[in-house]
């Protein structure tokens, strides 16, 4: 099974400042389609989860601007470029090259400071 | 608009069984392999049960593999999960989502959940 691997799993935030996440797996996700099938997803207190970032960079449709999705290989990374209130919440990248079993990170905690 | 809407989630002892039911709306329920993934009180998210399109096909985790059986009934939009012999550590949030058709990405939908408690 692949393991997906976050960093940080608490991330405190100034409102306004950039947050970065990273997201490894043990393996390449790169799939024999040539396509890369690493997700994103933002769960808010409460909520269910939402997916954010499908196939490593691209948005889904009413996802703000300031989130982004990049990297390659076996690296990832979600960033915000100014963190608001509202994006506080769990975090979790998501693996979906190499199924069964489709497997998350543990996810990574993002709070204001 | 699309809908997923779970239930059947409720306490029930150890050993035990339990069926969960998905209702699917807003989309073409029968084109779509659909997911369940749970989440355990304050723990993160852990997928359970995939299905084909068809239900010619099935996925299960190693933990639940023996024990659960995910099934679909395209003519009335509507997946389910029967879960069998629940354990304690089957405590949680199970969510049913959407998942893959030519042409379009899965996990992009999400029902709300619904909680099972295994407990004697």
């Known amino acids: 099974d692949v393991v997906m691997t976050q960093s940080p799993l608490s991330l405190p935030v100034t409102l306004g400042q950039p947050a970065s996440i990273s997201c490894r797996s043990s393996q390449s996700l790169v799939h024999s389609d040539g396509n890369t099938y690493l997700n994103w997803f933002q769960q808010r207190p409460g909520q269910s989860p939402r997916r954010l970032i499908y196939k490593v960079s691209n948005r889904d449709s009413g996802v703000p601007d300031r989130f982004s999705g990049s990297g390659s290989g076996t690296d990832f990374t979600l960033k915000i470029s100014r963190v608001e209130a509202e994006d506080v919440g769990i975090y979790y990248c998501?693996?979906?090259?190499?199924?069964?079993?489709?497997?998350f990170g543990q996810g990574t905690k993002v709070e204001i400071k | 608009q699309v809908q997923l809407v779970e239930s059947g989630g409720g306490v029930v002892q150890p050993g035990t069984s339990l069926r969960l039911s998905c209702a699917a709306s807003g989309f073409t329920f029968k084109d779509y392999g659909m997911h369940w993934i749970r989440q355990a009180p304050g723990k993160g998210l852990e997928w359970v049960a995939f299905?084909?399109?068809?239900?010619?096909?099935?996925d299960y985790a190693d933990s639940v593999k023996g024990r659960f059986t995910i099934s679909r009934d395209n003519s009335n939009n509507t997946l389910y999960l029967q879960m069998n012999n629940l354990r304690a550590e089957d405590t949680a949030v199970y969510y049913c989502v959407r998942g893959y058709r030519t042409g379009s990405d899965p996990f992009e939908f999400w029902g709300q959940g619904t909680l099972v408690t295994v407990s004697s």
């Open positions: 998501m693996q979906g090259t190499h199924w069964p079993p489709w497997t």
């Open positions: 299905i084909w399109f068809d239900g010619s096909n099935k």
